[in-house]
């Protein structure tokens, strides 16, 4: 099993559809919680940073944290042309640790 | 852009081939990173320096061979590569491996072994 799953995609809705993207981890060690995004032919940039279980919000995006059933989510509302990515979550737990990334899920949003 | 900078965008090379990538970074950060990323395969960490010293080797065969000169600079030189390291290179820094905020990526290098 790996230690962070995600739904390779694609995924494809229309432009203005609520967007979810989902991660499931194994390590209950993990604590802290990241969005990136990767345009085609770009490195990956980070979109939101999530400490332990809750939700934050910035803009159009609300990353989402489940600890009790290690579960994150990424909500992209009103989605756009220009949201067209792969969107990969990263985690780790306690100081001292590297990230471990989720595989990527590639998102189409048609206009 | 992003405070990382990889050189060169694109590379084709033969198999016996000698090449090397560039990173630097302008972050002022004391880790950095070399990840391979293939179509349809999650990130694969490859070398991590902190401090310049080399301090993960992710089983990565001989043909790569990392050097960190300095904490803003990271290489990475190719040799007798074989198709399947075809592949998007990318470079990361942070603050120290330690790192809970995430990473910086460069923009990466598209390498085509031929």
């Known amino acids: 099993q790996k230690e962070v799953e995600q739904d390779p995609g694609p995924l494809s809705v229309p432009e203005g559809a609520i967007v979810s993207l989902n991660c499931t981890y194994s390590?209950?060690?993990?604590?802290?919680f990241m969005w990136y995004r990767q345009y085609s032919r770009k490195g990956p940039e980070l979109l939101m940073y999530?400490?332990?279980?809750g939700n934050k919000e910035d803009g159009r995006f609300t990353a989402q944290v489940d600890k009790s059933s290690k579960y994150i989510s990424l909500f992209i509302r009103d989605s756009q042309p220009s949201d067209s990515a792969t969107y990969l979550c990263?985690?780790?737990?306690?100081?001292?640790?590297?990230?471990?990334f989720g595989g990527g899920t590639r998102l189409m949003v048609k206009p | 852009e992003t405070g990382v900078t990889q050189t060169p965008r694109h590379l084709v090379m033969g198999m016996t081939n000698k090449k090397s990538l560039k990173c630097e970074q302008h972050?002022?950060?004391?880790?950095m990173y070399w990840y391979k990323q293939s179509a349809k395969k999650p990130l694969e960490l490859m070398f991590v320096?902190?401090?310049?010293?080399?301090?993960e080797n992710n089983s990565v065969p001989s043909r790569f061979s990392p050097e960190c000169p300095n904490s803003s600079h990271l290489f990475l030189h190719l040799h007798t590569l074989q198709p399947e390291d075809s592949a998007l290179y990318l470079c990361?820094?942070?603050?120290?491996?330690?790192?809970?905020?995430?990473?910086?990526f460069g923009s990466g290098t598209r390498l085509t072994v031929v």
């Open positions: 320096y902190n401090f310049k010293e080399q301090t």
């Open positions: 999530t400490y332990s279980s």
């Open positions: 390590n209950s060690a993990f604590q802290y």
């Open positions: 990361a820094s942070s603050q120290e491996t330690a790192s809970v905020y995430g990473y910086t």
């Open positions: 990263a985690m780790n737990g306690n100081a001292g640790n590297m990230l471990t």
């Open positions: 972050l002022g950060h004391n880790a």
